[in-house]
């Protein structure tokens, strides 16, 4: 057997060729990589000992841009050059942006169809490039570790980030030249850390509080296997909303008013957040400002944050009911975010949840963790490992049809992969072509959803309105990214796109659209009936007016030709104008005036029908 | 290496599980877990696009047939599709007057629930009736599939879409009333 071990010098194989793999916690305010090495999941460091990379690069004129730190510390000096945060702008409009607040001090260009280009010496940088820059920079960081090029990268991305947000995020790592393995929720990541840690068996709960976003994901572990039940949250609330309430009772006690400097505010909210850090370890804070003096005691900081604090509760209540599971059935809670520092926030979850969290692994390091874990077993060093994840859509998906409602074609809280296709068939007489329109969201209305693409099935063979059948298939991967497809079935016809918005869904505007749907429920069932009566108004209309055009000379007489069209145009100004009830009103007056037409109709055709045949061949 | 899955067989064969309406939920989603192992795309992540789109659309698949057994109503929906009995959910109607009337009642009492002001006592206690009606119902149906009873498990079936609906809109009143 030896002898079939002997082969030439450098080319034997090692026998454990590992690969050379890295999870990448790309996050709003800091980011993080981490690898496995010898069995241990650990964050990697720079040459100065630090793991956290700030998420900030500064431009500069002919130079390659500064990322990190010494970028960071220059966003006083150099604002419009040095982005922050440009995680909230990944996927999203110019008018998404906009709306994200006007302190921004970046100068947007609006000459891209909507893309949030920002102006800096270097150039027009989209969001996608500046964090292709933090991408770079952190796989370097992993070359250097590794020793070697990457195979591959498992990049994180919130639970709650919609199709267009993972996209981008996807896009930005293609920029930067990663091989992505896999785009993984955070919570799911933080899970993967504890439950292979840990050994779990049983339902947990991830408690996902960051600088400026709220997850909750409920997951059952079994034997491996990371079921993510349901996830929900609030993107729109974090660390940062706690500072600005105790900016905003600083501001009151110390009677500043309202017109502070941006560099004031800063400064106040620097000592927000000081603040709420020495009241995890002390009863009270002394506040200095400026010639004001102050105390903050850690019973009217609770008294200022629990309301935030209630709102995250509320989400975690409203996921338990989504994953059909109790508080009770919680076997395990672990905090995520460097939020969830906070003295408080721990207290009322474990109010909440009836146990004490688990916090032994640092939360701001927890996420890149467990997504290097996920990257070593998908990259293939550990063969037998039985890890899986499955993981859910935190929207629904769905389509627009008539009269601008959103039918779902896949819930949200669906795991992936999933593939659904519904039906539909033409609206009109000799139709050959049809709008798809692609939607994110829980509410019922067009408006109310994000619009994630459009496109059109073109060369449906003309028929009479109902008889074409489109099936309109949706498609999404692991990574969570929709695809789309549709097909006319007698023809074959075919046209499909991989969803790919030039910018994507606002976290707010997903926050506001969730919890609207709630609140605006009943809206919805109003203005559902009301599309439905212009629905069936607009479908009685094109029936009526082609018949009328085709036999209504030949069948009428000229008053009841005359009567029948102003019966239309009646129904046609109702549809425009009226109440649900009304327009179902007209239709049933207008159906019932055109009876002996339909009826005259009916005859001439069965007469056309039997033209040409005898009774014998009837009877058989 | 590709992914293999025979999608041939029908749902419970692939779950390994006999052709019945009473379901071992334990064993069904063990056996899920085990698919879901077998062929999921993180499993064949290092292979080719071809085997990697193969291994999506099993998942996917197997995701569907989980989730349509796991579910009383889907799975009641797949025994009669298996049985050739054809099932329109769109149309279907009952002429159970007496059935018809309760569910009335229950909506209007739901719809003056909301101007209520205490109303999660009433709520609790709809819930469990709905609860209750939808346990009778389903232990209707698989007595009349046992039967081989299909007229009966129809007319079953539109009764429990009847009452599912409802269940939705006492779970959307909830969610309203005591998420805000």
């Avoid at chain 1, 239709?587 to 045949?613: C, N, P, Y």
Wanted: charged content about 25%; proline content about 4%.
């Amino acid at each position: 057997m030896a002898l079939l071990q002997i082969s030439e010098p450098g080319l034997s194989p090692a026998p454990h060729q590992r690969k050379r793999a890295v999870g990448i916690d790309l996050g709003t305010t800091n980011s993080l990589v981490a690898t496995v090495r010898s069995g241990d999941a650990l964050t990697l460091s720079d040459i100065d000992g630090l793991a956290m990379l700030p998420s900030a690069v500064r431009y500069q004129r002919d130079q390659s841009p500064v990322v990190g730190l010494a970028a960071k510390q220059m966003a006083v000096k150099d604002p419009l050059n040095t982005l922050l945060s440009v995680k909230r702008f990944m996927g999203r409009g110019l008018q998404d942006v906009k709306t994200l607040g006007s302190q921004l001090p970046y100068k947007f260009n609006t000459e891209n169809g909507g893309m949030p280009f920002i102006e800096t010496v270097a150039g027009m940088k989209s969001p996608v490039e500046v964090s292709a820059e933090i991408l770079k920079t952190l796989a370097q960081r992993g070359r250097d570790s590794l020793g070697g090029e990457l195979d591959g990268a498992v990049i994180t991305v919130p639970a709650y980030f919609d199709d267009a947000q993972r996209q981008a995020t996807k896009d930005a790592a293609r920029i930067a030249n990663i091989n992505v393995l896999r785009l993984l929720n955070e919570p799911t990541a933080a899970a993967v850390a504890y439950g292979l840690d840990e050994a779990e068996e049983g339902v947990i709960a991830i408690y996902d509080l960051g600088g400026g976003t709220f997850d909750i994901s409920i997951l059952r572990l079994s034997r491996g296997v990371f079921e993510v039940m349901a996830t929900g949250g609030n993107s729109a609330l974090g660390g940062d909303d706690i500072d600005h309430v105790i900016a905003e009772w600083i501001m009151a006690t110390a009677e500043l008013g309202d017109n502070l400097e941006p560099s004031a505010q800063r400064e106040l909210l620097n000592l927000a957040c000081q603040t709420k850090e020495t009241l995890s370890a002390h009863e009270s804070a002394e506040l200095i400002y400026g010639d004001w003096q102050g105390e903050l005691s850690r019973e009217k900081f609770n008294e200022l944050v629990d309301p935030l604090i209630a709102q995250t509760i509320r989400a975690c209540k409203r996921t338990l009911r989504d994953a059909g599971v109790s508080s009770n059935d919680i076997k395990n809670v672990v905090l995520v975010g460097g939020s969830t520092r906070s003295l408080r926030v721990r207290e009322q979850v474990t109010a909440y949840f009836g146990r004490e969290p688990l916090v032994n692994i640092d939360p701001d390091r927890v996420v890149a963790i467990g997504a290097a874990l996920q990257a070593d077993i998908l990259v293939g060093n550990k063969p037998d490992s039985d890890l899986l994840l499955l993981d859910v859509i935190p929207l629904s998906l769905g389509l627009e049809t008539m009269g601008g409602l959103v039918e779902k074609v896949i819930q949200r809280n669906t795991t992936i992969p999933v593939a659904k296709a519904q039906e539909f068939t033409t609206f009109k007489d000799g139709q050959t072509a049809m709008a798809i329109h692609v939607l994110q969201g829980e509410r019922e209305l067009v408006d109310d959803c994000r619009s994630l693409a459009r496109f059109e099935l073109r060369g449906i063979p003309p028929k009479v309105a109902g008889a074409s059948h489109i099936r309109v298939r949706f498609q999404v991967d692991a990574d969570g990214l929709l695809t789309v497809e549709a097909q006319e079935k007698s023809s074959g016809v075919e046209a499909g796109i991989t969803v790919k918005p030039s910018y994507g869904l606002e976290d707010s505007t997903i926050t506001r659209m969730l919890k609207d749907s709630y609140e605006f429920a009943k809206d919805d069932i109003e203005s559902r009936s009301l599309r439905e009566q212009q629905v069936e108004a607009e479908r009685v209309i094109e029936a009526l007016s082609s018949a009328l055009a085709a036999d209504g000379k030949a069948l009428l007489s000229d008053s009841e030709f005359s009567d029948l069209q102003a019966g239309v145009s009646r129904l046609r100004e109702c549809h425009n104008s009226g109440s649900a009830d009304e327009i179902l009103a007209e239709i049933e007056r207008v159906g019932a005036q055109s009876e002996a037409f339909a009826a005259r109709r009916m005859d001439v055709s069965i007469k056309k029908a039997l033209a040409g045949h005898n009774l014998d061949e009837l009877d058989q | 290496m590709s992914p293999v899955l025979d999608i041939s067989q029908n749902h419970f064969s692939l779950f390994a599980l006999p052709i019945q309406f009473a379901v071992d939920q334990q064993a069904l989603s063990q056996r899920y877990r085990e698919l879901q192992k077998e062929i999921h795309p993180d499993r064949f992540a290092g292979k080719g696009e071809r085997e990697q789109r193969l291994a999506a659309q099993f998942a996917a698949y197997v995701n569907e047939a989980y989730q349509g057994l796991k579910s009383p109503l889907t799975r009641a929906e797949y025994l009669l599709k298996l049985a050739d009995v054809p099932v329109d959910p769109q149309n279907e109607t009952t002429n159970d007057v007496e059935f018809l009337m309760e569910q009335m009642e229950l909506r209007e009492a739901l719809a003056s629930l909301r101007a209520h002001s205490n109303p999660e006592p009433e709520l609790d206690a709809m819930s469990q009736q709905v609860e209750q009606t939808l346990q009778v119902l389903l232990d209707k149906f698989e007595h009349k599939y046992t039967a081989k009873d299909f007229e009966g498990c129809k007319t079953c079936l539109s009764k429990l879409h009847f009452v599912s609906k409802l269940r939705h809109e006492i779970e959307q009143l909830e969610a309203q009333l005591f998420d805000d």
